[in-house]
């Protein structure tokens, strides 16, 4: 056993084990996150480069691989363009319904008491806990019945109505911490239910719109299982689909065209992603985010 | 609400009663009874899809989404802060990567050619190529879901580890415990809560995914890979079977949520959530 107390050869016995286990953490931490380190990389160094030696060494520097730009690698496949179009407006489309219909939803289950409030806020929990695969056959039955199939308004009511109730958990979050008094002011001063809630409460708000929409809009961009199960027709693809048709023709084969265009869907992410990552890691942990 | 009416209680209904019909491409009510039930008795796959949901429920689960995830949210936490939220951030990347993107780079990564980076270093070694997917299934998906189920665990704990008071901590390392003295004995304890809730709400999430299955394996080879919910998605809309059983697949599906209201129940009982919920957190009424 050796000798306890400060001597200065016990200090420096601690803190050589103090720095070895900070640097086995490290170690752990690189070699652990290898895989997704690896696999971004990728993304760039392949779209810029013809084939790979032994799969990762880049030969030499190309633009060929981005020539989908300006035209189709398959006859069949629509312009890229139209593709990235449909992208927005899916996004877009998701985010506009998602933040309209719950704020107001939540300003509603929030400011206001009426019979079956308590009813509707736990019904939202409990929808939330349904599986995406039970709703997509019955989703399938009722968007064919309503005509919207091969359409990208039935995917954006969808996965709309899908992401609600989260929407709602969290913006009714930001409408409690907001104090009766200002509500009570700005209606004793003369405004109406519908002004105070324009133009007090809705400014006050503004960090949780904020989130639930770039959330949407995440969402939306990504959107991949009920695009491929509802919309066939090429003209309504998104990159989603686009990249799904490439994997589908090209499994194994072209992995240059496969990167760049993957990298052309992920650059907004990316952007979003990079300026974003705090705020989401929060509302991550407020609320669930849906699918998993 | 009309929309969280229409999307979300009218095709949980839908499917119920769509179980118990005979339903295919052209869309008509046959109502049959038990059938679809019957043939899910004598599926000859069922028992196989079973054994698959749950070894890649609970493998992904233990390895990944609670172990991993807890041990990254340990490591970021003790590390320096800047360091420890640059891995915070890359883990998150995954699962906010399309889901096309995201099956794209695993593509490459397990390519059975030697253009994909493992058969490519095998090759540079001398080796000859593995095909990754169809020789280890189940590794493919426990891996490429886990990496993105640890993330989830991973935040909620980092939470909960930094809502700890740290003089608990500072009293701990005045006595001389050292990292992992701290870990058992202070940190484990005090998040026992959230690493429950992740258990329990992972484990319903992992029953029902299947969107990285079906874009990486297909459930492939020879359904080796395919969980439940991949198989009912496969029996109504899979393109290369072209059978569109909407009847079958949704008596599966129902299935599917019994097995997951059984599941919540079970965790409800034995983690005692009621005991949680029991501190004043949402405000309901």
Same mark, same amino acid.
């Not at chain 1, 072209?254 to 974003?276: D, E, I, K, R």
């Not at chain 2, 492939?220 to 919910?229: D, I, L, M, Q, R």
């Given at each position: 056993m050796a000798k306890r107390g400060f001597t200065p050869g016990s200090l420096q016995r601690e803190r050589r084990k103090q720095r070895l286990l900070r640097t086995s953490m490290y170690v752990f931490l690189v070699v652990s996150s290898l895989p997704i380190i690896v696999g971004y990389i990728w993304l760039f160094v392949g779209a810029f480069t013809g084939n790979l030696v032994y799969g990762f060494v880049p030969e030499e520097f190309t633009l060929k691989n981005w020539s989908f730009l300006w035209k189709p690698p398959s006859a069949a496949w629509p312009n890229i363009w139209r593709t990235f179009a449909n992208t927005v407006f899916l996004a877009a489309g998701v985010t506009v319904i998602m933040v309209v219909v719950s704020t107001s939803a939540a300003y509603v289950v929030s400011r206001m008491y009426f019979p079956g409030r308590s009813m509707i806020l736990a019904s939202t929990l409990i929808l939330h806990a349904f599986p995406a695969i039970t709703l997509l056959i019955a989703l399938y039955y009722i968007l064919r019945a309503l005509g919207l199939l091969d359409s990208l308004w039935g995917v954006?009511?969808?996965?709309?109505?899908?992401?609600?109730?989260?929407?709602?958990?969290?913006?009714?979050?930001?409408?409690?911490?907001?104090?009766?008094?200002?509500?009570?002011?700005?209606?004793?001063?003369?405004?109406?239910?519908?002004?105070?809630?324009w133009k007090v409460m809705l400014p006050l708000v503004?960090?949780?719109?904020?989130?639930?929409?770039?959330?949407?809009?995440?969402?939306?961009?990504?959107?991949?299982?009920?695009?491929?199960?509802?919309v066939r027709d090429?003209?309504?693809?998104?990159?989603?689909?686009?990249?799904?048709?490439?994997?589908?023709?090209?499994?194994?084969?072209?992995?240059?065209?496969?990167?760049?265009?993957?990298?052309?869907?992920?650059?907004?992410?990316?952007?979003?992603?990079?300026?974003?990552?705090?705020?989401?890691?929060?509302?991550?942990?407020?609320?669930?985010k849906g699918g998993r | 609400m009309i929309l969280i009416l229409f999307f979300f209680l009218a095709p949980v209904v839908i499917t119920a009663v769509m179980g118990f019909t005979n339903m295919d491409y052209r869309f008509q009510w046959d109502f049959i009874g038990l059938g679809n039930f019957y043939r899910m008795a004598n599926d000859f796959l069922v028992p196989k899809i079973l054994v698959n949901t749950v070894v890649y429920t609970f493998g992904t689960l233990a390895i990944f989404n609670v172990t991993f995830g807890l041990i990254l949210a340990l490591l970021t936490t003790s590390i320096s802060e800047r360091v420890g939220l640059f891995f915070r951030a890359l883990w998150l990347l995954p699962r906010f990567t399309p889901p096309v993107v995201y099956a794209a780079i695993w593509l490459w990564i397990l390519s059975p050619t030697k253009n994909g980076l493992l058969n490519g270093i095998r090759v540079a070694m001398?080796?000859?190529?593995?095909?990754?997917?169809?020789?280890?299934?189940?590794?493919?998906?426990?891996? /490429?879901? @886990?990496?993105?189920?640890?993330?989830?665990?991973?935040?909620?704990?980092?939470?909960?580890? $930094? &809502?700890?008071?740290?003089?608990?901590?500072?009293?701990?390392?005045?006595?001389?415990?050292?990292?992992f003295q701290e870990v058992r004995h202070i940190i484990l304890p005090l998040i026992r809560?959230?690493?429950?809730?992740?258990?329990?709400?992972?484990?319903?999430?992992?029953?029902?995914?299947?969107?990285?299955?079906?874009?990486? /394996?297909? @459930?492939?080879?020879?359904?080796?890979?395919?969980?439940?919910?991949?198989?009912?998605?496969? $029996? &109504?809309f899979s393109a290369y079977a072209g059978t569109y059983e909407f009847g079958y697949a949704a008596a599966l599906a129902t299935v599917l949520v019994l097995i997951g209201t059984v599941a919540s129940i079970a965790y409800w009982k034995i983690f005692r959530f009621r005991e949680m919920m029991a501190a004043p957190r949402i405000e309901v009424s």
């Open positions: 954006i009511l969808v996965r709309a109505g899908l992401m609600v109730p989260f929407g709602i958990w969290v913006m009714k979050g930001f409408f409690d911490d907001i104090p009766w008094d200002i509500e009570m002011s700005a209606l004793i001063d003369g405004a109406t239910r519908f002004q105070t809630f503004k960090p949780g719109i904020a989130a639930i929409a770039v959330f949407a809009f995440m969402a939306g961009w990504a959107e991949y299982i009920f695009l491929v199960t509802f090429p003209n309504s693809w998104t990159l989603s689909s686009y990249i799904n048709a490439i994997i589908g023709n090209y499994r194994f084969t072209n992995y240059g065209l496969l990167a760049a265009v993957s990298l052309f869907y992920m650059f907004p992410v990316l952007l979003f992603f990079l300026l974003t990552q705090k705020l989401l890691m929060k509302v991550t942990v407020g609320g669930i | 001398g080796l000859k190529p593995i095909a990754w997917i169809s020789e280890f299934p189940w590794g493919v998906i426990i891996v /490429t879901n @886990g990496i993105i189920g640890a993330s989830m665990g991973m935040l909620i704990f980092t939470s909960a580890i $930094k &809502a700890i008071p740290r003089d608990y901590l500072w009293a701990a390392r005045v006595d001389g415990a050292s990292w809560w959230p690493l429950m809730f992740i258990t329990a709400y992972q484990t319903l999430s992992l029953l029902t995914s299947y969107e990285y299955i079906l874009l990486i /394996t297909q @459930g492939g080879p020879f359904h080796a890979s395919e969980v439940w919910s991949l198989y009912a998605y496969n $029996k &109504a």
